[in-house]
């Protein structure tokens, strides 16, 4: 017998995202953003995001069932992200999951959101090899993880970022830039024009509280970067923008990507994951290529669509514990915004 229809549910930031996953396979997906809303404020304002899920999330899971050439009563069983993300909005979308739940007699399974961004790769690649070293980058989380079992084992840290996450500094040094947010794709865009040499940028490689190697630290680049366009706007007209954008991008890319491949090499892992929205930048994405090769390492990486926040990442983990047998979550279950992993 095949195992339930998961519908996953995905609300922690400014993307309300729905999916449908049965045994591993991704039957549908949709997703709204309110991405614009936030753009004249330069980052995701919290009460704004919630509201955006009350009107999005109903029509979501809609058209996410219609991709699939499913009706609601197809359904067997409803996940939804916990946490880690702003407040307000976990709850519209832990509320939406807690009543179709209700309504349909089934299980609901409370998902962490990285849990969702480690399984968005099973999609379309298969199941994670037993273990594998995960690179998350996104807006909120930059960590080098060690996974097993993605349903039953606890995710091992091997390093987090001390400061800011890489998503967030490709945020913060875009708008000191002038260039549109969400900076990380206008950076990507505009570094295509420039030269990665042109500025030699730092390459922060902090050591993490008890000294081992796979901590990050961006907020040493992210200054340097802000000086960088301060000091040329003073000196002269023109900001040379693209090669700007090209090094700061590099020391990005140049950084996570050798941290990730020590991380390998270190733990004895064949098998590097990089996941979240900073995996859609086409440098991170080019020398993470380069490096895996050269070390002999299987690297995985998911389409664009599946590297930022989406429901179906959550419906994948739904599926993994549905089928590994987990518990599921009480109905009074609620939010954990900062949740640890
Ligand atoms: O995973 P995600 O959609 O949301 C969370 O933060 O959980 O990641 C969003 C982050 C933003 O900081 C955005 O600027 C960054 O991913 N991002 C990129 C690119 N596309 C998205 N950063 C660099 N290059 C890109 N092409
Ligand atoms: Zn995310």
Redesign the pocket.
Known sequence: MSSPVVLGIES??D?TGAGLVRDGRLLGSALASSMDEHARFGGVVPEVAARAHVHALMPVVRRALDEAGLRARDIGAVAVTTGP?LSGALQVGLAGAKGLAYALGVPLYGVH?LAG?VAADTLVHGPLPDPCVVLI?????TSLLLVRDLARDPIVHLGDTLDD????C??KV?RVFGLPY????A??RTAREGDPRAVPFPRPLATGPSGHRFAFSFSGLKTAAARWAEHHRAAGPALPLADGAASF?EA?ADVLTRKAVAACTEHGVSTLVV????A???R?RSLAEERCAAAGIALRVPP?RL???NGAMIAAVGDLLVRAGAAPAPLEVSVDPSAPL
């Open positions: 922690s930031c993307e993300g959101h961004h980058v996104s807006g909120g989380h996450a890489a998503g967030e490709f945020d875009a969400p900076g990380g794709p950076m990507d991008q990005v996941v979240g929205g900073v859609a930048n086409s991170v664009l590297c930022t926040d």
